[in-house]
C-alpha cells in the first residue's frame, strides 16, 4: 500500500532541531535519576529503587554518548538519537506497506545512500536476493560482461592534466571532491574531507568560498577554486587581485585552479551564503561582512569575452608558475561554449582542463526555479561539450572532468565512457560524512554538523573518525570502477566508450549511448562538415563575445 504525500521526506525535514533540545532528554533523566534515587531512600520503595537505577543507567548512558566518537547524532542527540534508529530499524517494514521503496526517494534513494555508508564504514557492499532496480523500465543502463573477463588493473586509477603550457602537471586521481566551500561545509567537514583525501591519495576542490587554513591544515592536495566574488583573491571593491592570487598559489598543497563560471544548482546567478552562515571567521577568509548575505556576482568582472577570458587564463598560469588552471560551469547557451573553443583556436591558449557541472548537482542554496528548471543536465552537457572540443580538433589538449550526482563506480564508468577524463563528487563525499540527507544545509541546522556553522552541532562530526571513511568510499568506488571494466574485458577506465553503454529505449528496443546521443567526427567543425544546430550554433558563436552572432 502507498500513500502519496506520505514519505521519508517529510519526517526527514524534522532533524533540525534547535540547539537546545539537545540535552533536553539527558537533563531530565538526569533530574528524574536524582528525585527517584531520593524517593526511594526515603519510602524504601523497591519499585522507586529500580525506576533509579534505571535512570541511572540511562544517564550513565548520556555521559558515555556524549563522550564517544563513533556516531555524531549521538554526540549532538545524548539517547534522543535512539528513536530515529527505532524507526530506522522498523522502516523496511513501514516502507514495504506505507510509504516508499528503496529505489524511490529523492535526491537520492535509500539504496544510493547504503551504499556510501557501507563503503565508508568498511562493512558489506553487496546485495542479496537479486537488484531492485526495474531492469524493463525504460531508461534502464548496463554494461556487458566480457566472457574472458581482463586481469584487475592493480595501479591507482589516475589522469595527468596540464597541457603544452603547464610547467606543473597534476597526477589527478579518476574520482576525486567537488567543489564545497567552508561556510556552506563546517569547519570539522572541511578537516576531515582533506584529511580523507591525503589519506586515499585524492583531490580535494575547495568551492568558491576562498582557501581556508582548514583546507590546508591535514595537507591533502587542494583544487583552488575562485568564482565571480574571488574570495581569497579579491580587492576592497571585489575584483580580481592578481598578488593575492599569485601568493595563495604558490601554496604547496594547491595543485589545480579552477574558474568557476556557473554551478549546477543555480547557473547564471551566482553564489549565496546566508547571511546567519557568515561568521567573523569566514568573512574573514572572504573579505566579506559578517552577518551579512554573502552575495557573489552573477557574472566575472576580469573578463567579459572569450578571447579575455583565455588572456586572463594565461595571466593566472603566469601567476601561478605554470600550475593547471581550467574552468567550471554548467553549460548553458551553446553558441557560448563554442565561442570558448573558437577563442582557443584564435588565441592559442588552451586551458589545462575544463569541469562540466550537470544541472542536477548541488549541495548549495539555490531558488527552486534554478535547480528544478535551469542549466543542462550532466550527460547532455558532458556530450556537448566532448563534442564540442572534438568538433574543433582539441579534445586531446586537455582533460574533461564531469560532476554531478555520481556516487557509485557505474556512474563514473559511465561518465569515462562518454569521454570524460575523470568525476568529482560533492554529495557523495557528504554522506561519507555522516550527511543523512535532511535537507537543512541551508539552515544552519545541520543535525551532524556536516553543513552548518554552529559549533556545538559541530562537536558531532569527528575528524580522524571521519577523514578514513572519506577515505574508505574513495577506495572502495575506484575499486568497483576498476572491477566493472575487468570484467568488460578492458585493461583500464580510458578503453570505455560510448559503444560499451547500454540503455533500454522503449518496451524491447535498446541502444548504445553511441546510438542515443550525435557524435561528431575529430575537426567536423571547423572543417565544415556540421549541419543542423550544431551548424546553427557555430555560426553564432564568436571568440570576441558571449552574445550571440546573426546568421
Known sequence: MYLPGLSTRSFRHGHGIHPVI?????LVVLALAVISGGLALVLASTWLACLAAVLSLLTLRGIWELQQTRHSLARNYPLIWGVRYLFESIRPQIRQYIIESDTEGLPFDREQRSLVYQRAKNTVDVVPFGTERDVGAQGF???NASIQPAPKFSE????????ADC????????????????????????????????????AHDTGEGGLSPYHLEHGGDIIWEFGTGYFGCRTPDGKFDPARFRDRAAHPQVRMIEIKLSQGAKPGHGGVLPGR????????????????????????????SPSSMMDF????????????????????????????????????IYPDFIVIDGKEGGTGAAPAEFSDHVGTPRREGLVFAVNALRGCGIR?????????KIISGFDVAVAMAMGANWCNSARGFMFALGCLQSQKCHTNLCPVGVATQDRSRQRGLVVDDKARRVANFHRHTVNALADIVAAAGLRHPNELSPQRVHRRVGQVETATLAQAYQWLADRQLIDGGASGQWDTDWRRASAGSFAPGTL
Open 22 to 26: 539537545r540535552f533536553t532528554a539527558f
Open 141 to 143: 543502463e548496463w554494461i
Open 156 to 163: 591507482p586509477l589516475r589522469i595527468a592534466v596540464g597541457g
Open 167 to 202: 610547467t606543473q602537471p597534476y597526477s589527478a586521481s579518476v574520482f576525486n571532491i567537488s567543489a564545497m566551500s567552508f561556510g556552506s561545509l563546517s569547519a570539522q567537514a572541511i578537516r576531515a574531507l582533506n584529511l580523507g583525501a591525503r589519506l586515499g591519495g585524492f
Open 277 to 304: 552562515k557568515v561568521t567573523p571567521e569566514i568573512a574573514e577568509i572572504r573579505g566579506v561582512f559578517p552577518g551579512v548575505d554573502c552575495l557573489s556576482p552573477a557574472q566575472h568582472s576580469a573578463f567579459d
Open 313 to 348: 587564463i594565461a595571466e593566472l598560469r603566469e601567476l601561478s608558475l605554470g600550475k593547471p588552471i581550467g574552468f567550471k560551469l554548467c553549460i548553458g547557451h551553446r553558441w557560448e561554449f563554442l565561442g570558448l573553443c573558437k577563442a582557443m583556436l584564435a588565441t592559442g
Open 396 to 404: 586531446d589538449r586537455l582533460a574533461v572532468g564531469v560532476s554531478g
